[in-house]
């Protein structure tokens, strides 16, 4: 039974989704100013591991990640590159998609953006002035936060504590404006020049918050199974939004809240962010890095956990997904020379492989442990295929496992190798007559000439195979 650890209560649960077989999961995705850094990306790559993982386990997951394209950020950097806040938004949300399809991230099922929505923020709002949860000032439109009963709850504070910090950080100008240092702005007043949409309180745009609560209940129902996002967003991000939810709708917003741990960097393990300058964009770094390595370094380390980046792990990650690789080419080679047949053995083995894989990913998506059984099953494989006599049926079943397991890492096994490239055929029959020959001079050299078009020869007992290198 799949338990998760949900962030309200502090506690691992067993997840008990609301409807048998189907997932409903939201994920806060990017404020589209910028390309994202691998700190952004952790939070894309955690949970798509986690949704792979609960495709594995047979449920229809309808997974919606919004895009925030209008907030002060947006019109900063619009004023500043001198175009609208539409063609900004236009060209990071492209750079977004392919940026994470280069990782291997699933498309969300819907990835709704903010000002698609305005009509339904603009109705979500009226509702909670009507019902005494939020009120005008000055044309900006504040929620009460002390008129919700269990505020802070998610967060793990007081209200006296966040009255104190909230004091800290609210402009004199603000504080003119609330009742209370508390409250939160769900439509904010357009500035002259601003983009601005009409509405009850005049004209002007939505707050943060607002944003996700009302595409959650707009494309997921009222409640939803899951939410996620990063550590940062639990105070005030997702406060806020079980504020606004539930006020309006009157019932429990989300069942499993799950929150992903940090990306830091350097020795003092500084929490990567662009307010504090240290990120790598992944947009650059893929330039540099395999991105099935970069892939495969952020979804092997547990959603909950912080990860260090550092160039050391990224060499460890690349080394460990080659001896992936190379298995699972490894067993395609040897199908060359496999008889026909059956192994009971093989099969029960390969059973217990995938039960402990799923006890490991039950408790609360352990990918650690899980990628441990994986690299078990890896030696496995190639224990099998350096056995003199090998069946194709145990293969096929070890290749198999092999591959539906990895997956739920994002990664795919399969190397884009030319294996019907006549010339490379050729030349490795050349090298292989030369070698016979001890005319070792000639196999050094087409060795050498294979490498430079990023090809990799293996001598194994069976012959030469050979894999395309990685970055």
Known sequence: MLKLYNTLTRQKEEFRPQQAGVVNMYVCGPTVYN??????????????????????SGYQVNYVSNFTDIDDKMIKAANEQGVTVSQLADKYIQAYMEDTASLNVEPATIHPRAT????????????????????????DVYYRARKFAHYGQLSGQSIDDLEVGASEHVSTEEIAKKEDPLDFALWKAAKPGEIKWDSPWGAGRPG???????????????????????????????????????????????NYWLHNGFVTIGKDNEKM????????????????????????????????????????????AQANLEHLKN???????????????????????????????????????????????VYELMRFANQYVEQRLVQREPIVAIQLMLKRLVAVFGVDLQEEVETNDEAIEALIKKRDA????????????????????????????????????SK
């Open 35 to 56: 390309y994202i850094h691998i700190g952004n990306a952790r939070s894309v790559v955690a949970f798509d591991t986690v949704r792979r993982y609960l495709e594995f």
């Open 327 to 373: 298995t699972y080419n490894n067993l395609a080679y040897r199908l060359k020379d496999a008889t026909s047949g059956t192994d009971g053995g093989v099969q029960r083995k390969l059973a217990d492989f995938r039960s402990r894989f799923v006890i490991a990913m039950d408790d609360d998506i352990n990918v650690q442990n899980g990628i441990a059984v």
């Open 273 to 316: 962010s662009k307010s504090l300058g240290n990120f790598v964009t992944v947009h650059d770094l893929i330039k540099e890095v395999d991105p099935q390595v970069l892939r495969f370094f952020m979804s092997t380390t547990q959603y909950r956990r912080p990860i260090q980046y550092s160039q050391e792990s990224l060499v460890e």
């Open 434 to 469: 030369a070698r016979a020959e001890k005319n070792f001079a000639l196999s050094d050299q087409i060795r050498d000439q294979l490498k430079e078009r990023g090809i990799i020869l293996e001598d194994t007992p069976q012959g030469t195979r050979y894999r395309k290198e």
């Open 208 to 254: 943060w918050h607002i944003e996700c609560s009302v595409m959650a209940t707009k494309y997921l129902g009222i409640t939803l199974d899951i939410h996620a996002g990063g550590q940062d967003l639990e105070f005030p991000h997702h406060e806020n939004e079980i504020a606004q939810s539930e006020a309006k709708t009157g019932q429990h917003f989300v």
């Open 116 to 139: 698609e929505n305005i009509k339904e923020i603009i109705a979500f709002i009226a509702d909670l002035v009507e019902k005494g949860y939020a009120y005008q000032s000055a044309g």
